[in-house]
């Protein structure tokens, strides 16, 4: 099946498989050291999956379901099932749920790289885009930390790549692999419900276009894959129509979102003129703007090449989403592509997944930068610079000119890489470790360890809902969660907050700054640096008359986070 789609020539394949090993590197190496800790996304479906190989069920009590109820939201539930195994591997830990992510972005590598294969792409520009791929700051984020977008991509890019496949190749697994794979896709992350129909159209209308094959065959096969995708997709059809996943969407939709209710409400009430007023604003006209701001915003320089994502734990803020090596190479492969009188069915593909990558991030409020929604736009991107480079040197006619300029560009290049690597390693652990809720770790294995020795423990949950911190760190057993209220809270020693089911274990809410004259013995505490110690006090130091600082969990910076204190 692959012989023939895998011809290359020796030094092609060698860089090929180079390029993979380097992905994989980058990927996996020191995962348990950086990013700095498992943030609570992570941890809460590292859990999941946990339940689920343990019970059979999410942590909620429901039997292998096809959407997962959380404590404060529902999930697409397949990197937790794919996590079952890692994790039983090796273990309830940052190497469990990462390699997770990490094996997937590998596999979205592979996937792109025998789509081209697949396009009749040239091998060099294959050879460059997976190289590229391999060294992307974008793609090394998102595959180093337990994100469901890196399995999503490599489900859909999967999925296309068979759906060409199946016009070369009548047997029918083909496209049944097409339509399951696209189908599954829909459980990995939501953008797929509108990204995988998407693609699956835009690869159906560039064969059209470029007449590589009969209109009949392509219809039958889009058709046929269609069909299979949503019969694969059914028993979710219900969670996004009126579900859990539809109350998902219409939290982070642009339309009826509050923000832009408020603003229409605004001005209204500043207008003394009605009429006016609802001309210039109203829903359908800010719902439009808004949309279109966000797609194009998407592909601003800042949102590509500056800070990116807002989210630290997204983007790097001091590297790009992309090298600005890139930005010259993307302009001329669009370039070339718009000239060129015969397009290929390539070229006009990504094209439409340029276009069309963006629109998902679009319908929601914080759209036009953020880095999860907006991660298709990786792989036209990288299409297009390894495109435009290709293109480059081909039109340079004299070969001593293109070897110093070739020169000059590897030089950028690894300059660009090494110091993407620098920051990464260097300051982003120290910068970035607070949007990583760093401490946790360190925090439950010293309750862990004392806890046998109080009648309670209250652990302060404002700081970060501290409860799937405690459940995934000490391997708490999900079947004492299943029926767990976390909605009604009561009093704990004169705190608000809720115990799990043996009492002693308890998350509370201590209302801002401590009274240790209201504090008991017999208790094991836990507090927040931020939320329960007046101004800069260190009770490491300094603590309270009556009080014993047991254990002071500390940042990057060596800053007091958390206390484990006693009465005495």
Known sequence: MFKKTFAFKNWQQIGILCSILLAAFLRIYALDKNPPELFGDELDAGYQAYSLMTTGRDYRGHFLPVYLQCFYEW??????????????????NEWGLRLTSAFW??????????????????????????????????????????FEITLASSLVILGIAFFFKSFNNDKKAIIILSGLFLGLSFYAYNTTNVISPLFLISSATALFLTKQKPFKKIIKHTLLVGLI???????????????????????????????????????????DKPFLAKIFYNRPLLWTQTIIQNYLGSFSSETLFGQGDVTFRHSLHEIGNLYLFQLPFILLGIFFIIKKTKKSTAEILFLFWLLFSPLPASLTIDGKNHATRLFFLIFPLTYLSALGIHQFFSSIKNKKIAFFIMVALLGWITFSFARYQYFYWVHYPKQSWRWWHYGYKELISEVKE??????????????EPALIRYLFWSKYDPRKVFRLDITRNYSILGFNGFCLSDKKICFVNYEGM???????????????????????WSWEKSPPSDIRVIKTIKSPQNQPLFYLIEKV
């Open 229 to 271: 995708t949503i019969v694969v997709a059914l028993p979710l059809i219900p969670k996004f129509t009126w579900g859990p996943a539809s109350a998902r969407f219409k939290a982070f939709s642009v339309v009826g979102h509050s923000s832009i209710v408020d603003k229409i409400t605004y001005y209204r009430s500043q207008s």
């Open 105 to 146: 972005g590998i596999i979205s590598i592979i996937a792109f790289s025998y789509l081209l294969l697949l396009l009749k792409t040239k091998k060099s520009i294959i050879l460059i885009t997976c190289f590229l791929l391999a060294i992307l700051p974008w793609h090394i984020q998102y595959s180093r930390a337990a």
């Open 450 to 463: 004392r806890e046998s020795n109080y009648s309670q423990v209250l652990i302060e949950s404002t700081y």
């Open 514 to 536: 401590v009274e240790p004259e209201k504090l008991q013995k017999d208790t094991l505490y836990v507090l927040s640096q931020e939320k329960n110690i007046p101004g800069d």
């Open 75 to 92: 999930r697409a539930p397949l990197l937790m099932y794919s996590m079952i195994p890692f994790i039983k591997i090796f273990g309830l």
